[in-house]
């Protein structure tokens, strides 16, 4: 696989619209097993994900956005609901063998929250530029009401809504104007 900076980044784009192209299993799968390689503190790994592709699921997902959202998520071949397993410390003695982990954040709910929270954003943003290697265009997004996704789509589980992605190959013609970014001097600092 020869991927550039462009295609990850600089000519990377937020996909509005996308086109009737299918996104198949096995780039979702791809995809993942790309994205699995990304750190996370202590290896916690909280990220678990929910493709929603079926007409059924897409429409119990088009009744969780908000307006501004549902046609582009209609049109995605696939949406990725990106969430955060509030039990992830479960899995630590087999992710994190360095240590006896799970008791730093068993019992202490704030912890586990702040700890999904992050982790699950950063294996999120790593799916979405796994996503993007493979060739596939994102459309991350809020605007949605996560209590209504946590119940169609988590019920039952410790998993709760992080963000959501549309995938699929972009229609060009739905991309806005590109809008400035902060400098150098302006986001960062060196002490």
Known sequence: MNVTT????EHARTQNGFTAE????????????????????ANTSPARICFVSSPEAKERLLACMSPGNVDKTR????????????EFYEHLPRLFPHADAKPWFAGKPELIRETAF??????????????RAIGLDC??????????VDEAFWAGTSVKTNFICNLGRGDPSKVYTRSPRLTFDEACRIV
């Open 6 to 9: 462009e295609q990850l980044f």
């Open 139 to 148: 459309g991350p997004m809020s605007g949605f009401d996560g209590a209504k």
């Open 118 to 131: 992050r982790n699950s954003s950063l294996q999120g943003a790593y799916f979405m530029l796994a996503a």
């Open 75 to 86: 049109q995605a071949p696939v949406t990725a609901i990106i969430g955060m397993d509030l």
């Open 22 to 41: 299918p996104v198949t299993e096995a780039q979702l799968r791809r995809a993942w097993d790309l994205a699995k390689w990304g750190p996370t503190s």
